[in-house]
């Protein structure tokens, strides 16, 4: 077995696998003047800070550092009812983004509505409103999944409208599965739960 320690950085490594681990957990802490320790299977060197090099025949000084590399292996405890449901509730926000930002089809196209597509919808139906108020002509070139359309100040209205339904009905959809989380009382039940049923298309 071959050993690393550098207890300043908390840093072991054993056997080419290292890991930084929190020295504060042993029961014992190591001698402040120790900067390093190689271990090279039969014997080894303490790199002190002051004082120079120290050989050692065994790490019977360090089996605390040996125990608490091996412990970290250990899985972790399984996570509490709360802890369950503020994870399944962050999959359930990313999951209503990625639908909220995904487009959806309107009049048989394909509607982006990432955050600038609306961006840029909002802006439009700003004109449109305008146009419409003053009884004026209004007409954009509007890309979609089926290539180049016109819309005029209505149609623009009307994709602006659907678009914010679609939105609303995606966090109405999140609102849903969150009070279906919340009444949830089983960690197993939280964490089988799916969240990608009854969203809108």
């Known amino acids: 077995m071959k050993v690393t320690i550098i207890p300043e950085d908390g840093y072991v490594r054993i056997d080419g696998v290292g890991k930084n681990l929190d020295f504060s957990q042993l029961a014992e802490p190591l001698d402040s003047n120790i900067h390093a320790v190689q271990w090279t299977g039969m014997s080894g060197v303490v790199e002190r800070k002051i004082g120079g090099p120290v050989v050692i025949t065994d790490l019977l000084d360090f089996e605390g550092v040996l125990d608490l590399f091996a412990a970290d292996d250990v899985p972790p405890a399984p996570p509490t009812l709360e802890e369950a449901k ?13 639908k909220e930002t995904g487009g959806f089809v309107w009049a048989g196209q394909t509607i982006l509505t990432d955050d600038r597509s609306k961006t840029l919808l909002a802006g439009a139906r700003t004109a449109a409103d305008a146009a419409l108020a003053n009884s004026q002509s209004y007409e954009i ?3 979609s999944s ?3 359309v016109v819309l005029s100040a209505a149609m623009i209205v009307a994709l602006s409208n659907a678009v914010r339904e679609f939105v609303q009905a995606c966090f109405d959809t999140e609102k849903s599965h969150d009070e279906a989380i919340e009444g949830l009382t089983l960690v197993v039940s939280v964490e089988a739960y799916d969240v ?3 969203w809108p298309e």
């Open 86 to 98: 503020a994870v399944k509730r962050a999959e359930l926000a990313a999951y209503r983004y990625a």
């Open 141 to 143: 070139n509007w890309k």
């Open 146 to 148: 089926g290539g180049w």
């Open 196 to 198: 990608t049923t009854g």
